[in-house]
Nanobody, 129 residues
Framework: QLQLVQSGGGLVEPGGSLRLSCAASGFSLDHYAIGWFRQAPGKERKRLSCFNSNDGTIYYADSVKGRFTFSRDSANSTVYLEMNALKPDDKGVYSC??????????????????????WGKGTLVTVSS
Protein backbone atom coordinates (compact mmCIF):
# COMPACT_ATOMS: atom_id res chain seq x y z
CA GLN A 1 0.00 0.00 0.00
CA LEU A 2 1.39 3.37 -1.03
CA GLN A 3 1.17 5.99 1.67
CA LEU A 4 2.88 8.94 3.30
CA VAL A 5 3.25 8.66 7.04
CA GLN A 6 3.59 11.92 8.91
CA SER A 7 4.88 12.64 12.38
CA GLY A 8 5.75 15.69 14.40
CA GLY A 9 3.60 18.68 15.11
CA GLY A 10 2.05 19.73 18.38
CA LEU A 11 1.99 22.82 20.55
CA VAL A 12 4.88 25.27 20.58
CA GLU A 13 5.35 28.77 21.94
CA PRO A 14 5.89 31.71 19.60
CA GLY A 15 9.51 31.81 18.52
CA GLY A 16 9.89 28.10 19.02
CA SER A 17 10.78 25.32 16.62
CA LEU A 18 9.29 22.08 15.41
CA ARG A 19 10.27 19.45 12.90
CA LEU A 20 7.78 17.57 10.81
CA SER A 21 8.56 14.36 9.01
CA CYS A 22 6.93 12.58 6.11
CA ALA A 23 7.96 9.03 5.26
CA ALA A 24 7.03 7.26 2.06
CA SER A 25 5.82 3.72 2.54
CA GLY A 26 5.58 1.33 -0.37
CA PHE A 27 7.33 3.56 -2.87
CA SER A 28 10.40 5.68 -3.42
CA LEU A 29 10.36 9.46 -3.45
CA ASP A 30 12.77 9.55 -6.37
CA HIS A 31 11.47 11.47 -9.38
CA TYR A 32 8.61 13.01 -7.42
CA ALA A 33 8.04 16.59 -6.46
CA ILE A 34 7.40 16.72 -2.73
CA GLY A 35 5.51 19.51 -1.08
CA TRP A 36 4.58 20.75 2.35
CA PHE A 37 1.24 22.46 2.75
CA ARG A 38 -0.63 24.20 5.51
CA GLN A 39 -4.32 24.70 6.06
CA ALA A 40 -5.07 27.33 8.64
CA PRO A 41 -8.44 27.27 10.44
CA GLY A 42 -11.15 28.48 8.10
CA LYS A 43 -8.77 29.00 5.20
CA GLU A 44 -7.70 27.21 2.06
CA ARG A 45 -4.69 24.95 2.02
CA LYS A 46 -1.53 26.77 0.98
CA ARG A 47 1.69 25.49 -0.50
CA LEU A 48 4.66 26.24 1.75
CA SER A 49 7.48 24.44 0.05
CA CYS A 50 8.12 22.21 -2.92
CA PHE A 51 11.15 20.04 -3.67
CA ASN A 52 12.08 18.68 -7.06
CA SER A 53 13.74 15.30 -6.56
CA ASN A 54 15.15 15.35 -10.07
CA ASP A 55 17.38 18.38 -9.63
CA GLY A 56 17.22 19.27 -5.94
CA THR A 57 15.63 22.67 -6.38
CA ILE A 58 13.37 23.95 -3.63
CA TYR A 59 10.62 26.53 -3.55
CA TYR A 60 9.52 28.34 -0.41
CA ALA A 61 6.53 30.57 -0.01
CA ASP A 62 7.43 34.10 1.05
CA SER A 63 5.63 33.61 4.34
CA VAL A 64 8.08 30.89 5.44
CA LYS A 65 11.25 31.75 3.55
CA GLY A 66 14.18 32.02 5.93
CA ARG A 67 12.30 30.30 8.74
CA PHE A 68 11.37 26.89 7.33
CA THR A 69 13.79 24.43 5.77
CA PHE A 70 13.04 21.41 3.64
CA SER A 71 15.37 18.43 3.85
CA ARG A 72 15.42 14.85 2.65
CA ASP A 73 16.82 11.55 3.82
CA SER A 74 16.92 9.57 0.60
CA ALA A 75 18.02 6.35 2.28
CA ASN A 76 14.84 6.29 4.33
CA SER A 77 12.51 7.91 1.79
CA THR A 78 11.72 10.57 4.34
CA VAL A 79 11.47 14.31 4.06
CA TYR A 80 11.40 16.88 6.79
CA LEU A 81 10.21 20.40 7.37
CA GLU A 82 12.25 22.21 9.98
CA MET A 83 10.24 25.15 11.28
CA ASN A 84 11.90 27.92 13.26
CA ALA A 85 10.77 31.26 14.63
CA LEU A 86 7.20 30.04 14.64
CA LYS A 87 4.42 32.59 14.81
CA PRO A 88 0.79 32.27 15.88
CA ASP A 89 -0.15 32.66 12.18
CA ASP A 90 1.71 29.43 11.45
CA LYS A 91 -1.01 27.48 13.20
CA GLY A 92 -2.70 24.91 11.01
CA VAL A 93 -2.79 21.38 9.73
CA TYR A 94 0.43 20.58 7.93
CA SER A 95 0.39 17.99 5.19
CA CYS A 96 2.95 16.53 2.87
CA UNK A 97 2.12 15.57 -0.66
CA UNK A 98 3.92 14.11 -3.64
CA UNK A 99 3.27 14.44 -7.33
CA UNK A 100 4.95 13.07 -10.42
CA UNK A 101 5.61 16.34 -12.22
CA UNK A 102 4.25 16.72 -15.71
CA UNK A 103 7.04 17.00 -18.29
CA UNK A 104 5.88 20.44 -19.44
CA UNK A 105 6.22 21.95 -15.98
CA UNK A 106 9.70 23.40 -15.64
CA UNK A 107 9.68 25.29 -12.34
CA UNK A 108 9.66 23.68 -8.92
CA UNK A 109 7.20 26.34 -7.79
CA UNK A 110 4.62 25.07 -10.26
CA UNK A 111 5.16 21.37 -9.61
CA UNK A 112 3.26 21.33 -6.35
CA UNK A 113 0.65 23.88 -7.43
CA UNK A 114 -1.70 21.45 -9.11
CA UNK A 115 -3.02 18.01 -8.34
CA UNK A 116 -1.21 15.88 -5.78
CA UNK A 117 -0.87 12.13 -6.27
CA UNK A 118 -0.48 11.11 -2.63
CA TRP A 119 -1.21 12.96 0.58
CA GLY A 120 -0.12 12.47 4.13
CA LYS A 121 -2.90 12.56 6.72
CA GLY A 122 -1.79 15.87 8.14
CA THR A 123 -0.62 16.95 11.55
CA LEU A 124 -1.76 19.88 13.66
CA VAL A 125 0.68 22.61 14.64
CA THR A 126 -0.42 25.14 17.23
CA VAL A 127 1.67 28.17 18.09
CA SER A 128 0.54 29.74 21.30
CA SER A 129 1.83 30.95 24.63
Amino acid sequence: QLQLVQSGGGLVEPGGSLRLSCAASGFSLDHYAIGWFRQAPGKERKRLSCFNSNDGTIYYADSVKGRFTFSRDSANSTVYLEMNALKPDDKGVYSCGVVAPAPWISTVQAMCAGGIDYWGKGTLVTVSS
